[in-house]
């Protein structure tokens, strides 16, 4: 699922936040050094002046659009940039103050100052903020996989637009071209695959959130391939707007320099996605309160009935294939791992996808089928959730040899970030023996996805729970 850039404004707000302070830093220095005294006489009149100072800064921002590609700019285009938004902001406070009629009570010489010292301020203080933004990279750098599919005509300017800027949220995960066959190299560190097929083959277990499509126009689009990326659950953006089919939902939007339309098996707002995080931290938070408390009760009866760590961890594969390592209260024995092999015979799952066997032996007995039933070995996933690897609500996260035996359509059900609970999860687990049909209730979840069908799930999770329905 993809979360909607819905504002570019937005997005820099730390440089607006600069903005802000050091535009009125220099309205209040630009008096000082007119009146030769730190201090300034903050009357009704000068409060009045620095209020409507920062609300001019402000508009004027978003309608100029000051801050769009703010991160690729140079040293001479940021300062031409900086002293367009000072002059209108002082334009904009000369007019005021005719307006009100007080033109004559403010200081010429301090609105001479004033552009002059705002111009010093903003430059300097956006130059330091870049610098730092480029040696710490930001909380969003690089934290979206994205493969890049092109020709052998382009592909080394469509990665180079993609790696020059320093500050960028994305990271390129593969190249892709689709006109040339060949045997898979490296090239700046980074596989490149040649053909259609092979793509597609290396995206099914490859962690990539988005694909970008820069396809010339001289060459066929390849459809095909853009309709697997659909089936994957992959966001795609494409260059050019040649979409035949609307089977994903679909926006456009600027991505590194390129106007592309971007379509994905849902989107989600960055309100949506801001207040579904807020509701994993909460429920983070209680979750691993309720850690703690069922770890002293449990923690003595499993240790005694299988000595050994109390805690089981496993990789598992999560959100567009990144891999994380999942925490249970451990409710098998220590061979539980060596003897699934022995066991797979038994699977009810019969196409292998995943393991459930009724009478699971490699469970501790008492304690094991206890804590299962009413899924308390769940509870060590909160931190999972708190950390962001997993939500409250998602899908299962598959473990790593599931996930290489997923087929295109499979990979869908990972379009999201996996949950502690689910849809199949509340439909009766343990009741599910199709594979695929765990794969219609992911897909469908992710397809109808808002904050409401959150709630729902949580809701009838703890009915479940309490009924033990499924979790055998």
Same mark, same amino acid.
């Given at each position: 699922?993809?979360?909607?850039?819905?504002?570019?404004?937005?997005?820099?707000?730390?440089?607006?936040?600069?903005?802000?302070?050091?535009?009125?830093?220099?309205?209040?220095?630009?008096?000082?050094?007119?009146?030769?005294?730190?201090?300034?006489?903050?009357?009704?009149?000068?409060?009045?002046?620095?209020?409507?100072?920062?609300?001019?800064?402000?508009? $004027?921002?978003?309608?100029?659009?000051?801050?769009?590609?703010?991160?690729?700019?140079?040293?001479?285009?940021?300062?031409?940039?900086?002293?367009?938004?000072?002059?209108?902001?002082?334009?904009?406070?000369?007019? =005021?103050?005719?307006?009100?009629?007080?033109?004559?009570?403010?200081?010429?010489?301090?609105?001479?100052?004033?552009?002059?010292?705002?111009?010093?301020?903003?430059?300097?203080?956006?130059?330091?903020?870049?610098?730092?933004?480029?040696?710490?990279?930001?909380?969003?750098?690089?934290?979206?996989?994205? $493969?890049?599919?092109?020709?052998?005509?382009?592909?080394?300017?469509?990665?180079?637009?993609?790696?020059?800027?320093? =500050?960028?949220?994305?990271?390129?995960?593969?190249?892709?071209?689709?006109?040339?066959?060949?045997?898979?190299?490296?090239?700046?560190?980074?596989?490149?695959?040649?053909?259609?097929?092979?793509?597609?083959?290396?995206?099914?277990?490859?962690?990539?959130?988005?694909?970008?499509?820069?396809?010339?126009?001289?060459?066929?689009?390849?459809?095909?391939?853009?309709?697997?990326?659909?089936?994957?659950?992959?966001?795609?953006?494409?260059?050019?707007?040649?979409?035949?089919?609307?089977?994903?939902?679909?926006?456009?939007?600027?991505?590194?320099?390129?106007?592309?339309?971007?379509?994905?098996?849902?989107?989600?707002?960055?309100?949506?996605?801001?207040?579904?995080?807020?509701?994993?931290?909460?429920?983070?938070?209680?979750?691993?309160?309720?850690?703690?408390?069922?770890?002293?009760?449990?923690?003595?009866?499993?240790?005694?009935?299988?000595?050994?760590?109390?805690?089981?961890?496993?990789?598992?594969?999560?959100?567009?294939?990144?891999?994380?390592?999942?925490?249970?209260?451990?409710?098998?024995?220590?061979?539980?791992?060596?003897?699934?092999?022995?066991?797979?015979?038994?699977?009810?799952?019969?196409?292998?996808?995943?393991?459930?066997?009724?009478?699971?032996?490699?469970?501790?007995?008492?304690?094991?089928?206890?804590?299962?039933?009413?899924?308390?070995?769940?509870?060590?996933?909160?931190?999972?959730?708190?950390?962001?690897?997993?939500?409250?609500?998602?899908?299962?996260?598959?473990?790593?040899?599931?996930?290489?035996?997923?087929?295109?359509?499979?990979?869908?059900?990972?379009?999201?970030?996996?949950?502690?609970?689910?849809?199949?999860?509340?439909?009766?687990?343990?009741?599910?023996?199709?594979?695929?049909?765990?794969?219609?209730?992911?897909?469908?979840?992710?397809?109808?996805?808002?904050?409401?069908?959150?709630?729902?799930?949580?809701?009838?999770?703890?009915?479940?729970?309490?009924?033990?329905?499924?979790?055998?």
């Amino acid at each position: 699922m993809y979360k909607r850039n819905t504002s570019h404004w937005f997005k820099h707000w730390d440089f607006i936040l600069l903005d802000f302070i050091l535009i009125e830093a220099a309205f209040y220095v630009a008096y000082v050094v007119r009146n030769g005294d730190l201090t300034l006489q903050m009357d009704t009149f000068m409060r009045s002046i620095f209020i409507v100072l920062g609300l001019i800064d402000l508009v $004027m921002g978003f309608l100029m659009e000051t801050y769009r590609g703010i991160l690729r700019r140079g040293y001479w285009l940021e300062a031409k940039a900086v002293a367009r938004h000072v002059l209108v902001v002082c334009a904009g406070v000369i007019v =005021y103050l005719f307006v009100i009629k007080e033109s004559a009570h403010s200081s010429r010489l301090a609105m001479f100052y004033f552009p002059l010292i705002a111009w010093s301020f903003l430059f300097i203080g956006r130059c330091i903020l870049k610098m730092w933004l480029r040696s710490h990279r930001g909380p969003a750098a690089g934290k979206r996989g994205i $493969m890049l599919v092109g020709s052998k005509k382009n592909y080394e300017e469509l990665l180079n637009n993609f790696t020059d800027n320093p =500050y960028s949220e994305f990271k390129v995960t593969g190249i892709g071209i689709v006109d040339e066959e060949g045997e898979r190299r490296e090239s700046h560190g980074l596989p490149v695959i040649y053909g259609v097929d092979q793509i597609a083959e290396y995206l099914k277990t490859a962690w990539t959130d988005e694909v970008m499509f820069s396809i010339p126009n001289e060459i066929p689009l390849p459809e095909k391939l853009i309709d697997e990326c659909g089936i994957m659950g992959l966001t795609v953006h494409l260059k050019l707007a040649r979409l035949k089919k609307e089977k994903m939902r679909q926006m456009v939007e600027e991505i590194e320099g390129y106007t592309v339309i971007s379509s994905s098996i849902n989107m989600a707002s960055q309100k949506q996605v801001f207040v579904k995080r807020l509701m994993d931290i909460a429920g983070g938070i209680v979750g691993l309160i309720g850690t703690a408390i069922i770890f002293v009760i449990v923690a003595p009866w499993i240790y005694v009935k299988s000595p050994g760590p109390i805690f089981f961890s496993q990789i598992r594969v999560g959100k567009n294939g990144r891999k994380f390592k999942i925490y249970k209260f451990r409710s098998m024995y220590m061979d539980a791992e060596e003897r699934k092999k022995e066991l797979m015979a038994q699977n009810n799952i019969k196409d292998g996808m995943m393991f459930k066997m009724d009478n699971d032996p490699r469970i501790i007995k008492g304690i094991g089928n206890f804590i299962r039933d009413y899924s308390l070995d769940e509870f060590p996933q909160f931190w999972n959730v708190l950390k962001g690897d997993m939500s409250l609500v998602g899908t299962r996260p598959p473990t790593e040899d599931e996930w290489e035996k997923y087929d295109l359509h499979h990979r869908a059900r990972l379009a999201i970030k996996p949950g502690i609970t689910g849809m199949w999860q509340i439909s009766g687990r343990s009741d599910i023996t199709d594979f695929e049909e765990v794969v219609r209730l992911d897909t469908e979840y992710i397809k109808n996805w808002d904050l409401g069908l959150d709630i729902k799930i949580l809701l009838k999770t703890v009915l479940v729970v309490i009924g033990k329905d499924g979790a055998k």
